[in-house]
Structure formats: C-alpha cells, structure tokens
C-alpha cells in the first residue's frame, strides 16, 4: 500500500455557515480509499470531540473541499465536497455543499488556479460530486482576494465581502419522483431536487410546530424515528437508493414565518438539526415554495412579483433568488438560482495527519452524538 503523507498543504476557511479544509487535489492521495484515511486524520475522526484533528466536532465544521483545474471547457475549477462524519471512520461523496462552495472560488485564486481580476473575479464551478455547475464572484482589488466588507449573513457574526453563487438551471429533473406530491407513512411530502436532494415535509404533519430549537427537536425519540422511515422511503422514491448510509436527501420541516420571511424552517442533516440551513437545501427549499400544489405552497407567504425568497431558519435567515419554469410535459423546472454568502480565510499551512497508531477516544459514557 502507498503510504500516506506525513504533513500536507492545507487552507481551513469559513464558507457560509460551514467550516472546512481546503485542498488541492494534486496534494492528496489519487486513490480514494487512500485519500479517506488521510482526511479522517486530519480531521480527528472517529471521535466526538475530534479532539486530535481539526475539525470541529459537529457535521458542519467537518467537510472538506479538493479543488483542482477543471477538464470541463465550461469550468475553470473541479470542487469534490467530502463529508467527514464526525463520530464514524466514514467520508461521504454523495452530496454538494453550497456552504463550502462558497469559499471555493476565493481558494482557487489563493492557490493560482484562477488568475484574479483587477477589481472582481468570476469563477465558473464544476461540483464534481453532481456534475452542476455554479459560477462565484468576489472582489479582489488589485488582484487579490478580499475577504472583508459590509455583506452580513444570518449565523455568522460579523460581516465579510460577498460572494455572489449564482447555479444555471440544472439538467436533474426538479421533481425526482415525478409528482408534486407524495405520501409517505402517512404524511404528505414534496421530494424537490434544485442541487440538492430534500424533502419538504409541514412541521404539524409530524406532531410539532417547526420552530422549536435543534436541540429540543434532536432529544425528541419519536420524532427521530418518524423522520428515519420518511428519509429511507423517500430516498428509493427519489432515485437515491439505499440512503441508510448517506447524508441525502435532507428533510426540511416547514411552518408559517414568523420573521418577515417566507417560511420557517428546521432541517435534518440526516438527524442532526442544522443550526442555520445550506444553501443548495435552500436552494431546494425555494424552488420548492413555488410548486404549485406542493407541501410549501400552502406554507409558505409568498410576495407577489418577487424573486427574492427569504426563508426563516433558527439562527436568522437566508435570501434565495428563484424563479421557475417549466418542461415540454408540463412539469415545473428550476430556471434562476442565486445566492449571496460571504467566506473567510482562517489558516494557511500544514496540517499533519495523526498517526495510525492513535486509536480513536471512546464516546463520553454521559453523551455523544446520535
């Protein structure tokens, strides 16, 4: 077997609402059963604190991005999202991050895999875990990326510059089961796929009202297991297959804003509830919205005219621009996407893998994840 790098070029950055560490592809492991066992040592997996890796002991801190030039003529970059679970030796491909995406762009020209521009620079995006494509402007005055300025988004204190994401209208049909509606275990869902595989389902279908915290809805047994059955079913509906081991699609829990906002939201990911909410699940979720017909139509307070879709989350919210068509059957289809985030370089060096001699910490005997 090849042996693994004793220490490896590494940028950790904030993107969204997420945090992660950056990669060159050229800087890891081709193989990818290599390139795993090196990224859970980096990233201190498994154990429940991470405490011997960087990452930061919550699905959301855990994530990795391997960006390299892209083949593609339509792309300047290839960007492969890897979930590292945090309590498990498992590294998941199977889903984008748009959170971690938006520090893509500004890692490509940190790394001079895209030239910047003298006042902004756009990067065109292949998330090689889907095959979409995305394109991201920032502003780099005098040819260098600028990470502060006055954009402010919900769960991040403080403010940065902005990173424009904008996602073309994808070829995935927007409904993956090919109904409007469906039902599963007796509860009527909306299967919606606009970057992101997700299940709308309204929060009092399944006996709460969607805007208790994370933390309340994680300690509920009951509800964690309704949400098990409906994610598993919905999975083989959506074409998914087996999801048992996967972190798609995500369920969205949705009940009457309370913030101005379109919609309230409680997201499972899969049974962790997200502090905040991703922005390709958000993406999903305002396309979502607009079926007509759909779960979140009869939810959601829709402004006449506007493109602009706010959706309420339990830290804040976030603005989605969306609009819909429709195809030859009918059908409605995603037609404009876009989305401002902000990202923040927070380390540039070497990370150093641990040793394989160092054998994860057993889970607190008090708590741990589920």
Excluded: W
């Excluded at 299940?199 to 309340?216: F, Q």
């Amino acid at each position: 077997m090849t042996s693994l790098p004793e220490e490896v070029p590494c940028l950790l950055m904030r993107g969204g609402t997420s945090k992660g560490a950056y990669f060159l592809a050229d800087d890891l492991p081709s193989q990818p059963a290599l390139r795993d066992e090196l990224l859970l040592r980096v990233m201190g997996s498994p154990d429940e604190r991470q405490i011997d890796g960087v990452g930061g002991a919550h699905p959301l801190t855990s994530k990795v991005a391997v960006v390299s030039r892209s083949a593609d003529p339509e792309a300047d970059v290839d960007y492969l999202f890897l979930q590292v679970a945090v309590d498990r030796p498992e590294v998941s491909d199977r889903q984008n991050c748009g959170n971690i995406l938006a520090g893509v762009g500004p890692f490509a020209v940190e790394r001079g895999l895209v030239a910047a521009g003298e006042t902004e620079t756009t990067v065109r995006i292949r998330m090689v875990n889907s095959g979409d494509c995305a394109t991201a402007t920032f502003p780099t005055p005098g040819g260098r990326v600028r990470y502060t300025g006055d954009a402010e988004i919900s769960g991040v204190p403080g403010t940065a510059a902005p990173v424009v994401i904008e996602f073309p209208a994808g070829t995935a049909p927007l409904l993956p089961t090919g109904s409007v509606r469906d039902e599963i275990d007796g509860v009527p869902v909306t299967c919606v796929d606009n970057g992101m595989p997700t299940v709308l389902i309204a929060a009092t279908s399944l006996k709460v009202t969607g805007y208790e915290s994370p933390r309340v809805l994680e300690e509920d047994v009951e509800l964690a297991d309704r949400l098990r059955t409906i994610r598993l079913a919905a999975g083989r509906l959506m074409g998914l297959g087996d999801v048992s081991g996967a972190t798609v699609p995500k369920l969205t829990l949705l009940a009457p804003p309370r913030g101005g906002g379109a919609v309230t939201t409680r997201t499972f990911i899969p049974v962790r509830c997200h502090t905040s909410i991703g922005v390709l699940g958000a993406a999903s979720v305002a396309a979502g919205l607009r079926i007509e017909g759909g779960v979140g139509a009869e939810i959601a307070a829709l402004t006449p005219g506007s493109g602009r879709i706010r959706i309420e989350h339990p830290t804040g919210f976030l603005d989605i621009e969306s609009s819909l068509g429709s195809t030859p059957d009918g059908l409605p289809s995603a037609r404009r996407t876009a989305v401002v985030r902000t990202a923040r370089k927070l380390f540039d060096g070497t990370v150093f893998p641990r040793s394989a001699e160092a054998a994860p910490i057993p889970p607190h005997p008090l708590g741990g994840q589920r």
